[in-house]
């Protein structure tokens, strides 16, 4: 507890804490505030950047702090991590003293490794290990519509927590992979073992501790197998790109979205109509707590880009308004079976009163003596309104469906 | 007077009616001879007093009616012109201000579409947040159906809407107008408007057993649906055509709900994205018999149709499609009956009237837009709210849309008052019909009363009558 003894540590890393939760309010200071809140972290930054999809001013940020991670050893830990303050904390309060894992290497570099070189395929890994996504995941327990994604998406946070409890700096000087990428970038040779003597020394001095990534060998292999393991995950996403669920407007290709998400829940808080869901594991584990569209009572507003707006990793392009209302969603499509107006269960045509873009319409056939509802693909974005109103139920007449899933 | 013969004789039926349903009450022994009247005498007559004719007549290949003076069947206060959702809100409303009031329908039964048109659904009452924006009158009518047996189903179930039994309301509908004591003429068709050299209106001409008579009035109110009235008198309007169909009635229907067992059996749970994508396109599949929506008669089904678009004021046309929707209707029962719970199913009755949407649009002192609808602006002048429906919540509805831009002394209600399409395609249902009809029947008392023209009608008094009737203003 040495470090608590710096005095300008303290306040700034409170300070920095404090930010962190105002960027990511629910109730953000700007649109796009929480994207900077991830994207400080190097680690996002770097794999961001060579997977080659967002650019921007937190990405910048990122690649700043990671500057100066280069000349101070763990900086960003010591002073602005507020995952890293939080653990200090919890692991205080906690069992730290049995710091069973002394002896156990550092997996941190390998996690770093493995998703840099995934980010070259397309593919960033473990890009979701990032504690600041974990730290930013939280925060969408407000927004939440149902217990269970209420419980994922601090699942991540508490898993940290209870590391901090039972194993005190296990996180932080072992896995995170944040706190490793600073360790590469300080060109230490070796990496710490003990976090707590990183932290006291002020300096950017050698490290003394056991060396968990001396082999240039060991790292190979790593790099080689982070590039296998991501052309691999790629064609599995592509294998399974017809059964994923809807996506957010402004998401990239299936095969890449689940890797390059970094779950930090950015755009479910954004989103207005509440349509944005983590996804529980429809699309096979690898999708796991990825934005997934649900249209239940809303649907995605003719006037709102606003996930397209906060996403760090670039798995949601940033798209503007019109553009976000070109994006195809997906595509709604009737099942006349249960559609009321087909059945003659009463006079509804909420569907095309519903469509902003004016793709439904009623037709008439002479034959079948019918009126059916009548979607103009050319038109219909998957923006999910008619579905949303629909009143057919718990399974509505109109759905959206993924395009090129027939 | 020809207003008090007609009242005696609505006394007399009031009386008639009552003896018989004492007479099925009591026990035979204590109904006395004495106490039963004579009939009118039936077989010939003497011949009444001689009757000037004037038909028709072919000339040069024309065929011309020759001006003649027509027989002024009554004088009233209000007249409304049709009696469906509109028009009887419109009649009792004005009649619960003490005025004079005569309530004109072509068909022998009151409640329009609601009732003749068998459009049972009575939709939208209810705000986003399933608060009822929707009463007045049509909660008392409604509360009427509550009590009776087999009435209405689904009542105060929001979101859900209610059903109701058209049997029943009509005979809703006929007890509260006899209640009321107002004038009413069935079988009576609204053919002409009677107006004054100064552009007002003053009554109008009707068709009836009884031959060509004029009705005088102070203020007329147009609840045709079709705004006969004042198309008649020379007001401007949008003409509309809109989808046509006839409504039907199955019997002996025992599958209550086919969407339940359709679940159960075709679509997996919500979050399976493998199960049941539709085939794309124009789909072929699943047209087999429908067998529509239970109603408040057990084993009775209502089914809808919506119909082609046609124009609902040309005789021809409607004539041609309800020939083909009859045969339609037979072709789809025998569809149906291939169903399970539907083998036995008959057709109970059709529609005795055709379902005409849209026909003629008013050209108001106001023109409620899509725009103020979607944006739901609030007015000044409210007369109340229709309830929220797709994605378009509740919005408030203005009383300029129930007065024309020129024509004195009438106010249109229901579905042929002044908005864009778009708009009138939700102003046009059951709940706001009521509305509109309240509204108007009340603004046309408050014109006999205050001696001014419709769109001088003092706002804030108009709607403290309806707030006073119950009405929701917000
Ligand atoms: C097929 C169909 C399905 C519908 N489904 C629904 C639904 O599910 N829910 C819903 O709320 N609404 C529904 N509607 C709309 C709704 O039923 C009608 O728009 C509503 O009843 C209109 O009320 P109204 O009083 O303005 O006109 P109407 O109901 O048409 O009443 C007008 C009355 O005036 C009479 N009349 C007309 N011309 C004359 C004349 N010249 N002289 C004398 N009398 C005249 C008519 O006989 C009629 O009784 C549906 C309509 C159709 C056609
Ligand atoms: S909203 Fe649903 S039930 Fe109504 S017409 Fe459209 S598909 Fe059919």
Known sequence: MMHWRHPPRLPVRLACFVLAILLLWPVPLWISAST????????????????????????????????????????????????????????????????????????????????????????????????????????????????????????????????????????????????ATQDFLS??????????????????????????????????????????????????????????????????EEDEFAGLCVRCGNCMRACPSKIIRPDTGQAGIAGLLAPTVRYEGEYCLEDCNACTQVCPSGALQNLNLRQKNEYVIGEAQLDPSLCFLVRGVRDCDICVRSCPFDAVQIYWDEDLYVACPVVDQLKCNGCGACEAYCPTGDVKAIRVWKSGTV | MAKRISRRELMQSVATGGLVLAGSMTPLESLMASQLRPMAKRGPQPPGPAVARYPAVLADGKVVQPQRELEVLHKTEVLVVGGGPAGTAAALAARCLDVDVTLVERYGYLGGLATGG???????????????????????????????????????????????????????????????????????????????????????VFESKSGRQAILADVVVDASGDGDIYAAAGAAFEKIKDNIGLVSRLGNVSVQDVLDEHLKNATGPRDDMDSGMPARGMPVTAFEGHVGSPTPAPGINWLNMKGPVGDGLDVAELSRMELLHRRALWKNLEKARRKPGAEQAFIAETAPQMGVRLTRLLDGAKKLTEKEMKTGVKFKDAIGYSGAYANAPEFQIPYGCLVPAKLDNLLAAGRCVSAEFLVADTLRLIPVCWVTGQAAGIAAALCVKDQCKPRQVNVPRLQDLLLKQGAFLG
Request: net charge positive.
């Open chain 1, 36 to 179: 900077i809140a991830v994207q400080a972290s190097p680690f996002v930054a770097i794999c961001t950047l060579l997977a080659g999809w967002a650019f921007g001013a937190g990405i910048i940020l990122g690649l700043v702090l990671s500057a100066i991670a280069i000349v101070r050893k763990r900086w960003f830990c010591r002073y602005i991590c507020p995952v890293g303050l939080l653990l200090d904390g919890f692991s205080r309060i906690g069992l730290r003293k049995n710091a069973w894992w002394g002896k156990c290497p550092s997996i941190g570099g390998y996690i770093v490794l493995l998703t840099a070189a995934g980010s070259i395929a397309g593919y960033p890994l473990l890009l979701w290990m990032d504690p600041l996504a974990f730290f930013s995941s939280a925060f969408t327990i407000r927004t939440a519509t149902d217990i269970l994604s209420g419980f994922l998406s601090t699942a991540g946070l508490t898993f940290l927590l209870l590391i901090a409890i039972t194993s005190g700096d296990l996180w932080c000087a072992r896995i995170c992979p944040l706190g």
């Open chain 1, 187 to 252: 060109g230490a040779r070796s990496l710490p073992g003990s976090f707590k003597d990183i932290l006291k020394s002020k300096s950017h001095g050698k490290a003394r501790y056991g060396i968990a990534f001396s082999t240039t060998r060991r790292a190979f292999l790593a790099v080689a197998a982070g590039v296998g393991l991501g052309f691999l995950a790629k064609r599995n996403g592509r294998a399974r790109a017809d059964r994923a669920p809807l996506r957010p407007p402004g998401a990239i």
């Open chain 2, 118 to 204: 068998l459009v049972l659904a009575i939709f939208p009452l209810y705000d986003r947040d399933n608060r009822q924006v929707i009463r007045g009158i049509g909660e008392e009518m409604m509360q009427r159906l509550d009590v009776l047996k087999y009435g209405i189903i689904e009542r105060n179930r929001a979101p859900v809407y209610p059903t109701v039994d058209a049997e029943a309301f009509k005979y809703v509908l006929a007890e509260m107008v006899l209640e009321s004591g107002m004038d009413a003429y069935l079988d009576c068709w609204g053919v002409d408007a009677i107006i004054d050299s100064n552009y007002a209106v003053k009554g109008a």
